[in-house]
């Protein structure tokens, strides 16, 4: 396994913990053999919607044998008090009470942690980065008291003891593809549009990473690869957007299933042969009224507090540019200017341009 450093932004909340404690007892690089296996292998889910999220134990248990790790225990706890902290205590509990992630107290989800033990407490150690609508979560090291880490458990939680395996060798990959026209059509056809968007941000925010991980544990290195890849963000940043919009009662860009349909059936290709994928840009060259411009801009400053660089080809060159950023710029550009986007100017290859942002001001009717 190649020694090199792991990119945090490549696992979900339950592989990133397995994969560090893998690095530990394999060395650098050994995170990689979990972009090994590459699915889209939906399961029913909540609602009658359809998920590709695997379930923990089966998760768990997969990940693990991928990373050369043993699962030598599995305990489902009811209190704090009857973890064993050591090198391969691994947790699985509710993020909303968990203090050193975002989600705490304003969502519950499955997340995972490491349990170290610590004077007088714990050190929780966690890998998980992604950006949320409440903030960032970084990788890092908490130290919590007795008391504290259990508040932070208060219904107990599932743990695993894990041992170090042989070390992973296998590097052949094993892609398995589903159909996807059922998939997308149950998300399209939902009755309640904003659970059917709120649960497919989730789908593709987990598809987007586990692509990413494939490619990277590969090598696939490819201008088409990359294209393909780039084209998942996109998608991922477009159905966060939408569901945003419909929630607050806005009309849904319906554009966006076509292209979740175009990237799942680009996946045969893209990691399995050489595919053609062009990046097409949807911010045109007509010129910008000054007004216009500069309103813009204005907003991105406020929001960013920092306006953009005239030479920055994306607001994403900025720090703290995110698609949450994105979304409160787009909010406060609509207050700001007295317009409303229109559906189909709801994609990130706009909304990440300040040339994309003033031309959905000026196809809205705005002026200034």
């Known amino acids: 396994m190649p020694s090199e450093p792991m990119d945090h932004r490549l696992f979900d909340c339950v592989q990133v913990n397995l994969a560090k404690l893998a690095d530990r007892r394999h060395g650098d690089g050994t995170h990689l053999a ?38 030598t225990r599995r305990q489902r706890i009811t209190t704090a008090g009857e973890l064993e902290p050591g090198p391969g205590c691994y947790v699985v509990a509710d993020a909303y009470h968990l203090p050193w992630v975002p989600y705490f107290g304003r969502k519950h989800l499955e997340h995972s942690f490491l349990v170290e033990p610590a004077e007088d407490g ?23 008291g007795h008391a504290e880490f259990a508040e932070a458990l208060p219904e107990g939680a599932l743990t695993f003891d ?26 399209a056809d939902h009755p309640d549009r904003v659970r059917a968007l709120r649960g497919l941000t989730l789908q593709t925010w987990l598809l987007t990473r586990s692509r990413r991980l494939h490619a990277a544990a590969l090598g696939l290195d490819t201008d088409a690869v990359w294209a393909h890849l780039a084209e998942w963000d996109a998608l991922a940043k477009q159905v966060y957007l939408s569901g945003r919009r419909v929630a607050a009662g806005r009309e849904e860009p319906r554009a966006l299933f076509p292209r979740l349909c175009e990237c799942l059936a680009a996946d045969h290709t893209a990691f399995g042969g050489t ?91 705005g002026t200034r």
Do not use: Q
Not at 44 to 68: K, Q, Y
Not at 125 to 132: F, L
Not at 162 to 187: C, I, K, M, N
């Open 162 to 187: 894990l041992a170090a395996g042989d070390p992973p060798t296998e590097r052949t990959p094993l892609v398995e593809l589903a159909d996807a026209d059922t998939f997308v059509a149950t998300y």
């Open 34 to 71: 979990l972009g090994r296996v590459l699915r889209f292998w939906p399961r029913p889910g909540v609602d009658g919607l359809p998920t590709v999220e695997p379930r923990v134990d089966g998760h768990v248990a997969e990940s693990a044998a991928l990373l050369g790790l043993r699962v």
């Open 122 to 144: 714990v050190t929780i150690v966690d890998g998980y980065h992604n950006d949320t609508e409440w903030g960032a979560a970084r990788p890092g090291r908490w130290t919590l």
């Open 275 to 365: 595919i053609e994928i062009a990046a097409k840009s949807t911010v045109d060259v007509v010129d910008v009224p000054v007004a216009v411009r500069d309103s813009v801009t204005a907003v991105i400053g406020t929001v960013l507090g920092a306006e953009p660089p005239s030479d920055a080809r994306t607001l994403g060159e900025i720090p703290g540019f995110s698609s949450f950023r994105m979304m409160e710029i787009v909010e406060r550009i609509e207050s700001d200017l007295g317009v409303e986007f229109a559906p189909e100017d709801l994609v990130p290859e706009k909304l990440t341009h300040v040339d994309g942002l003033c031309r959905a001001v000026l196809d809205a009717g």
